[in-house]
């Protein structure tokens, strides 16, 4: 089986032409030091990430001081990953601003029709495009967020009863640190991010380098295609339609960068091969038992059964020493999603034939920061510790740490209490183990459900 | 030409899954399972066996000897008890930690049913006394119940150290054992025992030695009232009160 997946990976060789992409947009568009080592190879997080929300149909969010290269980095990624240029990318964006409309984001009326009292839309750039950029998102006013719940989480676009349905999409949304013009982002918004990166200041003498190159983004860029692109999607022929016209217009322009930049964007047919092929990749043991290790302290409670954001732990609990008692939510199940998603994406790109515990530790912090919501007295006590991250990705990274040398202590352990929880489910008649740890429990209550049904 | 009735049916998918039960542990089907034992296992997995077998022996001592929960303080019910107790406890291999953890079991309803405190005690006692150790110490501070009879027919040898009170009749018929109560003791304490010694602490009740044939009673409190002794020596606070001018049988001060 893992020989199998071995040889597929090398047969397509997609990983090289991804990586010279990574490569290409580290040495020539988006300046920054490495601050990740997975392997023994270090990379960019931004680059890196953002790079697998795009061949992943991923959400991610990118934060950062202004002018640090966050959405310069989505841009320059969705147009090597998606073939679009930078022009298009740049018309279907949206900008968060209080006075943002629904019609300036998904449609508006077709007003020449209206007159003739005929109903249609005219639907956005941005809800029409695979790649969707959303500038300052915190700067969106919290009623107006849920506006594109929707379709962030589903890419399913809706006004005036129509309905437009984006078989493949991906989200890069920006927000700046919180000041006066920024507003918080609603937390079912949030969830909705696969993985959460920090554009991080190059350091002062990239910094120069990037004051001294400027233009690069000419180099992504195409009057002619940008111009047929922009015909199609303001066409009035139905959505899917527009998108094999999209796709042969785009792979025009993938074929003039390839030559005039010696770099390969990818067409559509290679990013589904390249799907097909993540998604064929299947975490090990390890790292499907640590994954449940971390779920399980991110939502048990021994005393009102699982995790509330409006409910307190009790003084004198077992389970102290666990993230349970750290934190005041529960972990989502699109945590888990996001987990899997994310690691799958890495594992290819690295060549393996499973996912393993290093991927899952290396994407586990982005997947996790966004979407934990620590007690004020963890914040306090943590709040000057020496770090590189924003705290909250530090505190996710420390968080993941922690569990993992749990893991490690206890890994035997935990792999024979969930296969004992397997056979037990299989009919066989057995205890399940005990264990000092959430899991234990977790497994405990799911094999009492088995046989109390 | 096929007959339509012969066709084999194809089991639709969607209904198999719906009464297959999802198993969440799937990925670890094919993960070999080794029952690891670690020594604490192996410990907890005796003395659990152990502690049926003296909890199995108690219940039986019950159902002969206090058939209807009823048991009387009398010198015959005494002896045929200890017999009893001491045919089951023969059979066990035991240690003091076990002693000391079926004391407290007494108090758990859901390990021992019911507690008795005559019968308990006899058995406490038999179990004291055919221990395998010479010197056994009985952690009984934190119990809620004072167990009576601690102490009956301690042989020579053996010493046995209660941290705590102990109820009535303790350390009756001691046969040259030392018993040792880091508390109070209640009333008939010392009664009918031929020698050895028993130090108790703190406070003792009434009847303090009845009948005792010898050995000698120290007491680091109080003795609220002397039984008709017969031959022995009982000391409060150092100094001797039996055998003495002053003393009366059951004197109460």
């Known amino acids: 089986m893992n020989d199998r997946k071995v040889s597929v990976v090398e047969k397509n060789g997609y990983q090289k032409q991804v990586l010279a992409i990574y490569r290409f947009i580290s040495d020539h568009l988006y300046f920054n030091r490495p601050d990740i080592e997975i392997k023994g190879e270090s990379y960019n997080s931004t680059i890196l990430l953002s790079l697998l929300t795009g061949l992943t149909k ?70 029409q495009m695979p790649v969707k950029i959303v500038d300052e998102i915190n700067r969106l006013p919290e009623t107006k967020q849920s506006m594109i719940l929707d379709g962030v989480d589903r890419g399913n676009w809706e006004y005036l009863n129509e309905m437009i349905i984006n078989d493949e999409y991906c989200l890069f949304a920006t927000a700046n640190y919180q000041d006066g013009g920024t507003n918080t982002l609603i937390a079912p918004l949030v969830d909705r991010f696969d993985v959460i990166v920090e554009s991080r200041y190059p350091g002062a003498n990239l910094s120069f380098l990037i004051g001294k190159s400027r233009g690069k983004e000419q180099i992504l860029r195409h009057p002619k295609y940008e111009k047929d692109l922009y015909r199609v999607l303001k066409s009035k022929i139905a959505y899917e339609k527009k998108i094999p016209k999209l796709e042969e217009i785009c792979n025009a322009f993938g074929e003039f960068v390839h030559e005039t930049l010696e770099v390969k964007p990818l067409r559509r047919e290679d990013r589904d091969r390249i799907r097909t092929e993540m998604g064929s990749l299947d975490l090990d043991l390890d790292a499907s038992a640590f994954a449940r290790m971390l779920l399980a302290e991110l939502s048990f409670c021994e005393r009102y059964g699982q995790k509330r954001i409006v409910e307190n732990c009790e003084e004198g609990c077992h389970y102290t020493g666990y993230l349970c008692r750290q934190i005041k939510n529960c972990a989502s199940n699109r945590l888990p999603t996001s987990i899997k998603l994310f690691s799958q994406g890495l594992a290819w790109l690295l060549g393996d034939s499973e996912i393993d515990i290093e991927h899952v530790k290396a994407v586990m912090p982005f997947t996790l920061s966004h979407r934990i919501q620590w007690k004020d007295e963890v914040l306090s006590q943590k709040e000057r510790a020496k770090r590189d991250d924003p705290f909250q990705i530090f505190l996710a990274k420390e968080a993941v740490k922690t569990v993992s040398q749990r893991y490690r202590e206890q890994s035997d352990h935990v792999k024979d209490a969930l296969a004992l929880g397997s056979k037990i489910f299989q009919g066989e008649s057995l205890e399940p183990l005990e264990g000092d740890h959430p899991i234990y429990t977790e497994i405990k209550k799911d094999i009492r459900h088995r046989r109390n049904h | 030409m096929k007959n339509a009735c012969s066709k084999k049916k194809t089991p639709n998918p969607l209904q198999q899954e719906v009464h297959d039960t999802l198993n969440p542990f799937e990925e670890f089907k094919t993960f070999q399972f080794r029952k690891t034992e670690i020594p604490l296992d192996q410990i907890v997995q005796s003395t659990e066996v152990i502690m049926d077998q003296i909890r199995l022996g108690y219940e039986r001592l019950l159902e002969e000897e206090a058939k209807e929960l009823v048991w009387m303080v009398q010198y015959n019910t005494i002896i045929k008890a200890y017999e009893v107790a001491e045919k089951y406890i023969k059979e066990i291999d035991y240690s003091a930690e076990d002693i000391e953890d079926f004391c407290f079991a007494l108090e758990s309803p859901q390990k021992i049913p019911y507690l008795i405190p005559g019968p308990a005690g006899i058995y406490i006692s038999a179990l004291c006394n055919y221990a395998k150790e010479e010197e056994i110490v009985l952690k009984l501070s934190e119990l809620k119940t004072e167990i009576n009879l601690v102490g009956f027919r301690l042989p020579k040898g053996k010493r046995l150290m209660v941290e705590g009170d102990t109820g009535d009749f303790t350390g009756i018929g001691l046969e040259g054992g030392e018993l040792v109560v880091e508390g109070n003791t209640k009333n008939w304490t010392g009664a009918g025992m031929r020698g050895g010694k028993i130090l108790v602490k703190k406070n003792i009740g009434l009847h303090t030695g009845e009948w005792m044939m010898g050995g000698e009673i120290y007491v680091g409190g109080r003795v609220r009232g002397l039984g008709n002794i017969v031959e022995g020596k009982v000391y409060e606070r150092d100094k001797l009160v039996f055998p003495g001018k002053a003393r009366y049988p059951n004197l109460y001060y």
């Open chain 1, 58 to 127: 991923g959400k991610e969010l990118i934060i950062g001081e202004p002018g640090l290269g966050k959405t310069t980095s989505a841009e320059f990624i969705c147009s090597l990953v998606y073939q679009f240029p930078l022009g298009v990318i740049w018309g279907s964006e949206v900008s968060g601003h209080p006075e943002q409309t629904e019609e300036k984001i998904i449609g508006r009326p077709d007003l020449g029709k209206l007159n003739r009292g005929e109903e249609d839309v005219v639907w956005t750039n941005f809800s």
